[in-house]
């Protein structure tokens, strides 16, 4: 492990040895204690340095000896306990510091990355506990006292993308150990530090389905003080960025060193350095003092108004599209009903032979409509008396038939159908019958 990771790992035991010992002390004094709303302690000085990743653990252990133990003597105490935490005076954190819990049986953990904006401004994050067993809670006070140096930031950042890791499993320490110590061997670095961690889900990714384990995914940033190495320039190859732009796995030859413990999208790699990086600095408009300027005596209006009328307005309003519309009205009802052309004078206007030659045609229509009406045609032979095939009986057809019987039938068949006689019936032979 190099010297960065030997550093983060001793700061983070050394704080958990100072809360184990905390917690032990005030569990020890406070043994008797029975009901306990709401105590709180020193403040817990911690001293991040600005551009350097900063993790601080909310042990559950550091705060169980907050609250009662269970009435029952030797029940273990499994309380589920969830942390808020907020800026002192303020609703929120700052917007540097991010907080996670997974689950009321899990430590919370508060991390981010300051800057160089904070260095002197001590920041104090107000600590609260809940029981979710007895609703009671405990307090405590943090503050963060970032220091400047002119180490960090670093001048070459690489931001990766890791798809099967989770925010909090990343933060652990042994976890992110293993991560810079793949990147030390593949950029081989003489200073190399972790800069921020970022949840996938704060870039806009989506909640991954409950299935094959599946992770939210992290985004890491490290930074080194030499230039970046051939196989992370590899990935800016016209190769393998249109293999990335046809949502293909790029190739990369030091992914091996990562694959065994971590997946990297190297389509999402950020590679900055800060030297060449124009600053752009946002020019704020000047607050002022906060003092409204004298215009002189405020005077109210009259009490008195004036009378107003308002029947020029009615006028313009109701009375001129009214008479615009009434107009309108005689006008169409003149054109439609006085105007109108009846048959005697159309019957004038219109000459003799267009007249006569109309009455042909309608005398033409009426004697072909009633020659249509007397035209013999043959009936179908649904339509035809039909006989019972066992007595011989003949059934009269479906519907009585209104209209004269043909003498021209479509079949032969038909000829004599309307005269045919009683079929007798066939009896079987034999002495009995004669």
């Not at 550091?62 to 609703?91: A, M, R």
């Not at 439609?336 to 206007?349: F, L």
């Not at 039909?386 to 519907?399: A, C, D, L």
Request: a neutral charge.
């Amino acid at each position: 492990m190099d010297s960065l990771g030997v550093l983060v790992w001793l700061l983070l035991g050394c704080g958990h040895i100072q809360a184990v010992g905390d917690s032990t002390h005030r569990s020890v004094s406070h043994r008797s204690v029975v009901t306990i709303l709401s105590r709180s302690h020193a403040d817990r000085n911690v001293y991040p340095s600005a551009g350097v990743l900063f993790v601080h653990v909310l042990e559950r252990e550091y705060f169980k000896g907050e609250f009662p133990p269970y009435p029952k003597p030797g029940d273990t105490s499994n309380d589920p306990i969830t942390f808020n935490t907020n800026l002192k005076g303020y609703p929120d954190r700052p917007g540097w510091l991010r907080y996670i819990q997974r689950t009321p049986h899990s430590d919370g953990v508060l991390y981010g990355s300051p800057t160089a904006e904070h260095v002197g401004k001590p920041t104090i994050i107000e600590i609260t506990a809940y029981n979710r067993r007895t609703f009671e809670t405990a307090r405590h006070n943090l503050v963060i006292n970032i220091m400047g140096t002119e180490e960090f930031p670093l001048p070459y950042q690489a931001e990766f993308y890791i798809k099967n890791m989770n925010v909090e499993e990343m933060l652990a320490s042994e976890v992110l150990g293993d991560f810079l110590g793949a990147v030390k061997n593949v950029w081989q670095p003489e200073r190399l530090n972790a800069i921020n961690i970022t949840s996938a889900l704060d870039r806009g990714g989506r909640v991954p389905l409950p299935i094959n384990n599946l992770k939210e995914g992290v985004y890491v940033m490290v930074g080194a003080d030499v230039q970046f190495s051939s196989c992370l320039r590899e990935v800016e190859t016209p190769q393998n960025q249109l293999r990335c732009s046809q949502e293909m796995e790029p190739v990369i030859s030091c992914d091996k060193k990562f694959r065994a413990q971590f997946h990297i999208d190297w389509c999402k790699i950020s590679l900055v350095d800060i030297t060449k990086v124009i600053p752009v600095h946002n020019s704020r408009p000047d607050p002022g003092t906060g003092v409204l300027p004298d215009i002189g005596e405020y005077n109210p209006p009259s009490e008195s108004l004036k009378s107003r009328d308002y029947f020029a307005d009615f006028l313009v309003t109701l009375a001129v599209p009214s008479a615009v519309a009434l107009v309108l009205f005689i006008i169409l009802g003149y054109s439609m009903c006085c105007r109108r052309e009846g048959v005697e004078k159309r019957n004038m206007q219109t000459s003799d032979i267009q007249l006569v030659h109309h009455s042909s045609i309608q005398k033409s229509t009426k004697e072909l409509r009633s020659m249509s009406k007397n035209r013999e045609i043959s009936w179908p032979l649904s339509t035809l008396p039909v006989f019972n095939p066992v007595s011989g009986e003949v059934v009269p057809p479906i519907h009585s038939d209104n209209y004269e019987t043909t003498s021209m039938p479509l079949m032969q068949t038909q000829t004599n159908l309307q005269n045919q006689i009683q079929i007798p019936q066939q009896q079987p032979s034999g002495k009995w019958y004669s």
